[in-house]
Nanobody, 126 residues
């Protein structure tokens, strides 16, 4: 079992900043991708930012997040952060933490699966 627990978020005015955190716990062997998606009312869930470990590592951002948001990871704590600056009204959405995790299987061995956090509301008002 793997759990992703999010914290942070809330309400802020346009131009403000917020920080989201997501900690993964459970029978974790390794985490490859770890990042954030968001879903606004009436819209599909979309990628915001993702961090991938490996040779060289990489981070990817949605065009809407570039220059304003920053993703970071603490691999020792299995935690990912999203620093959001210069927030706009269109950033209002439920933000979901995501991780692609190698977890121990109950009967031995391991498996790779997608895991999601519970979602955290971010509201940006004018």
């Amino acid at each position: 079992q793997v759990q992703l627990v999010e914290s942070g978020g809330g309400s802020v005015q346009v131009g403000g900043s917020l920080r989201l955190s997501c900690a993964a716990s459970g029978s974790i062997i390794s985490i490859n991708h770890m990042g954030w998606y968001r879903q606004a009312p009436g819209k599909e869930r979309e990628l915001v930012a993702v961090s991938t470990i490996g040779v060289g590592g990489r981070t990817d951002y949605a065009d809407s997040a570039k220059g304003r948001f920053a993703i970071s990871r603490d691999n020792a704590k299995n935690t990912v952060y999203l620093e959001m600056n210069n927030l706009k009204a269109e950033d209002t959405a439920t933000y979901y933490c995501y991780a692609f995790v190698q977890a121990r299987a109950a009967r031995g061995g391991s498996h790779w699966d997608d895991y999601w956090g519970q979602g955290n509301q971010v509201t940006v008002s004018t």
